[in-house]
């Protein structure tokens, strides 16, 4: 018995993350980091090939954004949009057996005091429209649809010229 025991202790132990909740796209939710829980966790209901934005943004703390692969690996990451505000914008997500969203403080990321208070993180979908060489797309911007995204797929070596212009905006 104690061999069978001792034989369990020098496995290896699986890395799990232990998430705080859910959140998938079109999804907003709020929360708060308090000082027994300075950082929260949720699991992100995507799949690889999407290209996603999430943001975090509060008012009483300096928001920093991680998201995580299925193996806890960084993926990518983000301290501030406008000073006090986090977000990930058009993130095409790799291939991962799942993908995890750290909501925290920059403080307590980068090892200091963590700060606490009130949030908010929203997951949106930014949806790609393909283009080809020698493609032309004529588009138009409004008031809701402030931005677009293509996705062009080349091949190593290829040289490549794309613009846009507009003579309504910079």
């Not at 859910?22 to 939710?29: H, N, R, S």
């Not at 193996?71 to 406008?82: H, K, P, Q, V, Y």
Request: net charge negative; hydrophobic share 40%.
């Amino acid at each position: 018995l104690i061999v069978s025991l001792m034989a369990l202790l020098v496995l290896p132990a699986q890395a799990q993350i232990v998430t705080d909740g859910t959140i998938g796209i079109g999804d907003t939710v709020t929360g708060a980091l308090t000082v027994t829980k300075l950082a929260q966790t949720y699991t992100l209901e995507a799949v690889g090939g999407q290209v996603v934005s999430i943001t975090l943004r509060s008012d009483d703390f300096d928001a920093h954004l991680s998201l995580l692969d299925g193996e806890g690996n960084l993926l990518t990451r983000n301290d501030d949009t406008n000073g006090r505000n986090s977000a990930i914008l058009s993130y095409a997500l790799p291939p991962s057996s799942s993908y995890t969203i750290v909501a925290e403080s920059y403080r307590n990321y980068s090892g200091g005091e963590g700060e606490v208070g009130a949030y908010t993180l929203a997951v949106t979908e930014q949806l790609t429209e393909p283009i080809e060489y020698g493609q032309l797309v004529n588009s138009e911007l409004t008031q809701t649809v402030t931005a677009r995204n293509f996705v062009f797929a080349g091949q190593s070596g290829d040289v490549i010229v794309i613009s846009q212009s507009s003579t309504q905006f910079d």
